[in-house]
């Protein structure tokens, strides 16, 4: 076994009565780890140690084992040199802006987890870890705010968040259509409760959909791509969602145009209310202006003919 960084360390009750698999004890008891699919994957990749031993996924768990959660070695020892932009910093925490079209890590070498060493200062606190981790995902055409944690107790503390829905985050996304002002879409997501609230900015004409809108998306849950599903399930695809928007409806060429603008959550430290914000990509402005544009001069034309 190579050097390790514990993440986390759990010792499981020794009243421990029900019979229950690995996976679905960690996401109850581990906060590091908030989802199924995320606990499969890391006992996958030896990233989930029982007594010190990598197991499988179908091992069941007993009285006063011990789980512990280890850093990917093998993502930390990267050091991309890919220069991000940083919202905030300090030596518990961090954010920054995440590009579309780069995805958070996995198995690439351009990731922001193989960035953030070149872009942030080690902690100096005792549980420092080795290389600052992302606590949460956005998907790879999906830009703005990502949350890191640079010491263990960062990891914990907003793993526990995460996992009991106190962290709060807002999308802004130019989709396809004029929804109704504002509402909730409640649609499961892979067969599981999955909720979105959002809210029009605003709406332009189109010459190509009619209608094109700003738009403000609140996921209460964080299903894999529920923003999208969401809102294409609804009748109003994101703009150049190439997975989940209609063909005749596909935007070509300009990317996905969503992105996370706003986080809030509790410092992990201080327990300060933190409350970190982005502007809305300029592209979006842009795409909204020029599409209103060329309906004003078709209009302007047509006036002019009659």
Not at 38 to 45: D, P, Y
């Amino acid at each position: 076994m190579q050097d390790k960084t514990i993440i986390y360390k759990h010792i499981v009750p020794c009243n421990l009565s029900e019979k229950i698999r690995l996976p679905d004890y960690i996401i109850q008891n581990i906060p590091t780890i908030q989802s199924r699919n995320r606990a499969k994957k890391a006992i996958k990749k030896g990233l989930i140690l029982l007594d010190g031993q990598q197991v499988e996924s179908s091992r069941f768990v007993k009285s006063e084992q011990i789980i512990e959660h280890i850093a990917d070695i093998y993502v930390t020892k990267s050091n991309l040199k890919l220069k991000l932009n940083i919202i905030y910093e300090d030596n518990h925490i961090a954010a920054v802006y995440k590009p579309a079209g780069i995805s958070v890590s996995g198995n690439y070498y351009k990731t922001i987890q193989n960035a953030v060493a070149y872009n942030l200062k080690l902690s100096p606190e005792q549980d420092a870890l080795p290389t600052a981790l992302p606590v949460h995902r956005l998907d790879n055409p999906t830009s703005g705010i990502l949350l890191i944690a640079k010491t263990q107790n960062a990891v914990i503390n907003l793993g526990k968040q995460f996992q009991e829905k106190l962290i709060k985050k807002s999308y802004s996304a130019v989709v396809i259509g004029t929804p109704k002002q504002e509402g909730v879409i409640s649609t499961p997501v892979d067969n599981k409760d999955a909720v979105t609230r959002f809210k029009v900015i605003k709406t332009v004409n189109s010459l190509k959909y009619t209608f094109m809108s700003l738009v403000e998306l609140y996921p209460e849950t964080g299903r894999t791509h529920q923003l999208r599903i969401h809102m294409a399930k609804a009748g109003f695809p994101i703009t150049g969602d190439k997975l989940y928007s209609p063909e005749e409806l596909l935007f070509k060429g300009k990317g996905l145009f969503l992105s996370a603008v706003k986080i809030e959550f509790k410092h992990p430290y201080s327990n300060e209310n933190m409350i970190l914000e982005t502007d809305i990509p300029q592209k979006f402005i842009s795409l909204l202006k020029r599409e209103q544009a060329r309906w004003d001069k078709v209009i302007k034309s047509q006036s002019q003919k009659k």
